[in-house]
Nanobody, 117 residues
């Protein structure tokens, strides 16, 4: 069982930056692929980024602006978000999985990110 707790969301102006954190419980954190997803009002949840081993993957909409990283010693995964746009406004969720599918993994409760002037 893995518990995930996101933090770091908030209100930021367009062009600004935020760093989200996701703290995980458990002793096998390093064996999990970790991902970030988001869901905007009225829209379906979408993939943002994930890290599996040393490989990182990004949605086209955030490529070059967002960076995912992890600190296995701290059981934490991060999402550095730069050059934020109003369309990045969403609830951001952290997820962990040891399989090839995220739906079979663990999810956090989400943190709100609002990009607005």
């Amino acid at each position: 069982q893995v518990q995930l707790v996101e933090s770091g969301g908030g209100l930021v102006q367009p062009g600004g930056s935020l760093t989200l954190s996701c703290a995980a419980s458990g002793r096998t954190f390093s064996t999990y692929a970790m991902g970030w997803f988001r869901q905007a009002p009225g829209k379906e949840r979408e993939f943002v980024a994930h890290i599996r081993g040393v490989s990182r993957y990004y949605a086209d909409s955030v490529l070059g602006r967002f960076t995912i990283s992890r600190d296995n010693a701290k059981n934490t995964v991060y999402l550095q978000m730069n050059s934020l746009k109003p369309e990045d406004t969403a609830v951001y969720y952290c997820a962990a999985t040891v399989t090839s599918t995220w739906d079979q993994g663990y999810w956090g409760q989400g943190t709100q990110v609002t990009v607005s002037s």
